[in-house]
């Protein structure tokens, strides 16, 4: 059976539920869920759709950041959204994060419901 390290850091929000922040297994960081909640104060930022997805960045960057690595490591992306209509405007914040030469594999999906029912969360993978 692999190894695994649980990797949390009280500079991203603690989760809402029975899991870890992060978890490295094989040189493999796959990141939880994250929403815009602010560790600072535990309360959500959600005043526009952009802010909303840069402190949901801000929050896998402080995870990336605990185990050393940085967004070039990501190979993969899982993002849910609330209302696809805010799919151009997420983008936009997205490709300030990667570049498309190199950007991560992804999926952008539209669900019924979030956490905390925000209108956006990113999961991700990452390798060493």
């Known amino acids: 059976m692999a190894s695994k390290t649980i990797l949390n850091t009280d ?58 690595m940085t967004f070039d490591q990501i190979v993969k992306c899982s993002v849910f959204v609330a209302d696809m209509e805010m799919y151009s405007r997420i983008n936009a914040v997205y490709a300030t994060y990667f570049d498309e030469a190199t950007a991560p594999a992804r999926e952008l999906v539209e669900v019924a419901n979030l956490p905390k029912y925000v209108n956006v969360e990113i999961s991700a993978i990452a390798v060493l």
């Open 11 to 68: 500079k991203a929000p603690s989760p809402v539920g029975p899991y870890n922040q992060s978890i490295l297994a094989n040189g493999t960081l796959y990141i939880s869920g994250q929403i815009a909640i602010d560790p600072s104060t535990g309360e959500l930022v959600t005043d526009d759709i952009e802010t909303e997805t840069h402190q949901v960045f801000k929050n896998l960057k402080s995870i990336l950041d605990n185990a050393s």
